[in-house]
């Protein structure tokens, strides 16, 4: 079983920054890629950024220039840096991961999430 722990949210006014961290532990083979999404109350999860096994990013259109996703593999952690914070960014944050087991399934894992507050 992988856990994930989130960190880093927090209260922040528009414009300012804030990281993200997401460290994965637990029985670990290989992980095929880690993602963020966000929900805000009542609105749907949407993702925000990937990063695969490979090292290939993506982001959604509405934070493609302001956040960047990276991963330190060697500590089994993925980050997400966000700049130019704004109010409609607020909302909790999760981390999703994508392991291929030592059984070569493939199985997914999510973050209890963490919440991010931008003020205008």
């Known amino acids: 079983q992988v856990q994930l722990v989130e960190s880093g949210g927090g209260l922040v006014q528009a414009g300012g920054s804030l990281r993200l961290s997401c460290a994965a532990s637990g029985s670990i083979f290989r992980i095929n890629a880690m993602r963020w999404y966000r929900q805000a109350p009542g609105k749907q999860r949407e993702l925000v950024a990937t990063?695969?096994?490979?090292?290939?990013?993506n982001y959604g259109d509405s934070v493609k220039g302001r956040f960047t996703i990276s991963r330190d593999n060697a500590k089994n952690t993925v980050y997400l840096q966000m700049n130019s914070l704004k109010p409609e960014d607020t909302g909790v944050y999760y981390c999703?991961?994508?392991?291929?087991?030592?059984?070569?399934?493939?199985?997914?894992?999510w973050g209890k999430g963490t919440r991010v507050i931008v003020s205008s």
């Open positions: 999703y991961v994508e392991e291929t087991t030592v059984d070569y399934l493939d199985a997914d894992y």
């Open positions: 990063i695969t096994r490979g090292g290939s990013t």
